[in-house]
């Protein structure tokens, strides 16, 4: 059974963050009801898949700490997009992510030698933002360029829901800028083994 503290150890160390920075985001979360927390010690609440995607994603999207609950919520909600005009499947990027840490958690542990094994990239997600100081102002994205280790799939594109536009990575999003007078962007890049270092520990 891991704890919530070890959950946050195990975050930091794969992401390469301070203890103390992942466990300030662990603490927002407890206080925004979104990582399970029941009691101390013995009795504190194992964590899950669930719980470690949604600490992922404030960890590595929030610029500040103070930050967790709303990075969380503008990245975790976020949809499939769909170009053909059809209504995106009802699975958030958090669905999608905890997803792919229950098949890592369930899976033998990874061997780096092993065929199937993508050889050319390390990258798990990226998520995408404008750096601007009203938030609200630009839409995020994230982009998923993983599968699992029994099944590799191509990158899949998360946006808000009315989005219908391509949107496969930091250059596309530059052009939805251009005009705006939002020059700076922010990508935040979690690789694949952070994942599934992460993954492997549940």
Do not use: Y
Not at 89 to 117: C, M, N, W, Y
Request: aromatic share 4%.
């Amino acid at each position: 059974m891991m704890t919530s503290l070890q959950l946050a150890a195990v975050v930091a160390g794969a992401l390469g963050l301070s203890r103390g920075t992942v466990v300030q985001h662990l603490r927002n979360l407890q206080k925004g009801d979104k990582i399970t927390f029941a009691g101390h010690g013995r009795g504190a609440a194992p964590m899950g898949p669930g719980d470690a995607a949604r600490l992922l994603i404030a960890a590595a999207g929030s610029d500040a700490v103070k930050d967790s609950l709303a990075t969380l919520n503008a990245f975790g909600e976020l949809l499939p997009i769909r170009t053909d005009g059809r209504p995106p499947p009802q699975v958030t990027f958090l669905d999608h992510l905890t997803g792919l840490l229950t098949e890592i958690a369930s899976a033998p542990r990874r061997d780096e030698k092993d065929p199937e094994l993508p050889k050319l990239t390390n990258v798990a997600f990226t998520i995408v933002s404008a750096a601007c100081e009203d938030r609200d102002r630009h839409p995020r994205f994230a982009i998923s360029k993983t599968g699992t280790r029994s099944k590799w799939m191509g990158a899949i594109s998360f946006g808000p829901r009315d989005w219908e536009q391509p949107m496969m990575g930091e250059s596309d999003f530059a052009m939805q800028l251009r005009g705006s007078g939002s020059g700076l962007i922010r990508v935040k890049i979690v690789t694949l083994d952070a994942l599934h270092a992460i993954g492997g520990s549940l």
